[in-house]
T-cell receptor
Framework: DAKTTQPNSMESNEEEPVHLPCNHSTISGTDYIHWYRQLPSQGPEYVIHGLTSNVNNRMASLAIAEDRKSSTLILHRATLRDAAVYYCILRNGSEKLVFGKGMKLTVNP | EPEVTQTPSHQVTQMGQEVILRCVPISNHLYFYWYRQILGQKVEFLVSFYNNEISEKSEIFDDQFSVERPDGSNFTLKIRSTKLEDSAMYFC?????????????FGSGTRLTVV
């Protein structure tokens, strides 16, 4: 499974935008970039995914570099509820998701 | 919004006992999964299930584990003879399609404590 690299942690302030980076330099042409998050004591939650173009949904935006070797999850206005561990995962046709350690986001009031 | 439901939320069992963890996936989903997360560690894949058979399993999923879809709605994980190291959060997930272009929906998990 192709590997992703994320910072261990980040801090942001409530109601400010936050950009969560992910590097995936060995991504293959068929890998989708998925983001999940895990709130404390909860199961992972799907956030967003994309292949080549930037994507927006009600939760977040995903900006994908032109060479696809990196991507950025954008939370437009962080709330306290966004404090979680965020996972950047590459997924092709394989059924399983391979979770790394993820990145812990702390949101300060 | 449709949810994956898991029961019980917390199960305590004695070492050597059998446990069954239950899940109700989203009704129109076709692919079902179990993952586990030992406290403080990564979320780990256990098994995927499609068309009433296991399609992929990890090294963790040994002969002590089994999965079943006994009816049209439930999806269960059985651990035959629990060990202390089976203590973990167990997450069920489902997906409508297999391809990389679709996300999973996870349940809130069952915390299994083996004593």
């Amino acid at each position: 499974d192709a590997k992703t690299t994320q910072p261990n942690s980040m801090e942001s302030n409530e109601e400010e935008p936050v950009h969560l980076p992910c590097n995936h330099s060995t991504i293959s042409g068929t890998d989708y970039i998925h983001w999940y998050r895990q709130l404390p004591s909860q199961g992972p939650e799907y956030v967003i995914h994309g292949l080549t173009s930037n994507v927006n949904n009600r939760m977040a935006s995903l900006a994908i570099a032109e060479d696809r070797k990196s991507s950025t999850l954008i939370l437009h206005r962080a709330t306290l509820r966004d404090a979680a561990v965020y996972y950047c995962i590459l997924r092709n046709g394989s059924e399983k998701l391979v979770f790394g350690k993820g990145m812990k986001l702390t949101v300060n009031p | 919004e449709p949810e994956v439901t898991q029961t019980p939320s917390h199960q305590v069992t004695q070492m050597g006992q059998e446990v069954i963890l239950r899940c109700v996936p989203i009704s129109n989903h076709l692919y079902f999964y179990w993952y586990r997360q030992i406290l403080g560690q990564k979320v780990e894949f256990l098994v995927s299930f499609y068309n009433n058979e296991i399609s992929e399993k990890s090294e963790i999923f040994d002969d002590q584990f089994s999965v079943e879809r006994p009816d049209g709605s439930n999806f269960t994980l059985k651990i035959r003879s629990t060990k202390l190291e089976d203590s973990a959060m167990y997450f069920c997930a489902s997906s409508q399609y297999r391809a990389g272009n679709y996300g999973y929906t996870f349940g809130s998990g069952t915390r299994l404590t083996v004593v």
